[in-house]
């Protein structure tokens, strides 16, 4: 048994390594963000972006197959990720929140989520729409190579026009560039 999360850790970095070599195909070097959205930024934070109710970044040995079982059932508490400035790249502190979004859906083959792409109000309003569909097809395809079958996925791009945070501030954009799974 000790096999099956090594086997797991190293499908999980070989799709992270292929998403990293397809999606460096756009945005721009100049982002105002350094990775602190909402404070989760400092490692091992407050915000407990695990996910999947405490089963581990990438399902790791310690919490064995009763955790991760019980919480593939479950739907993942934390339903949001968020992107950098003009980027539709998963930064790496959201890939466990993904990631137990990919378990709960290989469990479930029934369940079905759309995903919400967002965008901050810079920009016109054509590019942000394209933006969100970039980031939430990003998730898409993180989703797919963990082997989440495309049918139980939909994505939808809002762009500027729902934001989360109203205001002109860092903290408001930050929380406007986001992916939102919706079941």
Sequence with gaps: MQLKPLARSLAVVLSLAVIAGCSSTGGTQDGDSSGSQDGSGSGSGSTSSSGAGGSGQYGSGSSGADGSQQADSRIPDVKTIYFDYDRDTIKGEYESVVMAHARYLRSNPDAE?????????????????????RRANAVERFLNIQGVSSSQMSVVSYGEERPAERGDSDRAYSQNRRVVFNY
Excluded at 117 to 133: F, I, K, P, V
């Design 113 to 133: 989520v759309v995903l919400h792409g967002h965008t901050d109000e810079r920009g016109t309003r054509e590019y942000n729409m394209a933006l969100g569909e």
